[in-house]
């Protein structure tokens, strides 16, 4: 199946620093790219649909000035928290779907964020 | 009421007992349902999808009840490698099935020896 990798898996960084995380499908071209965070023991929630080329849309009470995303090309979408806080602390994950969709959506590994 | 309710768990079961999950959806018109299975720490994976005659893929099978508004997945024969969190996935309409979907909060088992 078509894969999507996410870089980092981790990461630890302090108050007040950014944090750029990437999300990139393998093996065919994402026209569309998914971000979600999700707190410990809760559902993961979209923050943001980004389409190639394009700026991307956030879901209602997501700062997009605080959460940056890229999209510029069609293997490849970043995120950046920026002045990141404890509160950003979570795991978030990206999908995309595109050339190859199915129908299914195909996650990356997640990138487990702490901020201290 | 949230779009996608799921019952939390933690289920804990032995290991080749039957266990079935339901969860609901709010918005009747939604059109396309699904299982993921998330294990810790780790992404969600596709399970199966529920289609409306219900379907099955060896130990597991599906449901889908329009008029209740309710999906079910129902795991046979269970075993150790089963324990996961359970997530419920639900289209809104007006969008295709690989765009903006809404998971439930999850629904946890535990498989025990």
């Known amino acids: 199946g078509a894969v999507v990798s996410q870089h980092p898996s981790w990461v630890i960084c302090k108050s007040g620093t950014s944090v750029k995380i990437e999300c990139r499908s393998l093996d065919f071209q994402a026209t569309t790219m998914f971000w979600y965070r999700q707190f410990p023991k809760q559902s993961l929630m979209l923050m943001a649909t980004?389409?190639?080329?394009?700026?991307?849309?956030?879901e209602q009470g997501v700062e997009k000035d605080k959460f940056l995303i890229n999209h510029a090309s069609l293997t490849l979408s970043t995120l950046t928290v920026t002045s990141a806080h404890p509160e950003d602390s979570s795991f978030y994950i990206c999908?995309?779907?595109?050339?190859?969709?199915?129908?299914?959506?195909?996650f990356g590994e997640g990138s487990r964020l702490t901020v201290l | 009421r949230k779009e996608v309710e799921q019952d939390p768990g933690p289920f804990n079961v032995p290991e080749g007992a039957t266990v079935a999950f339901n969860c609901t959806y709010s918005n009747s018109a939604s059109q396309s349902f699904f299982w993921y299975r998330q294990d810790c720490r780790k992404e969600p994976k596709l399970l199966m999808s529920v289609y409306s005659s219900g379907n099955e893929d060896g130990r597991f099978t599906a449901q889908l009840n329009r008029a209740s508004q309710y999906i079910s997945l129902l795991i046979r024969d269970s075993k150790l490698s089963d324990s996961a969190t359970y997530l419920c996935v639900v289209n809104p309409p007006g969008y295709s099935s690989a765009s903006k979907i809404i998971f439930g909060s999850g629904t946890r088992l535990s498989i025990r020896p």
């Open positions: 980004s389409n190639e080329g394009s700026k991307a849309t956030y």
């Open positions: 999908s995309a779907t595109g050339t190859t969709n199915t129908g299914e959506l195909f």
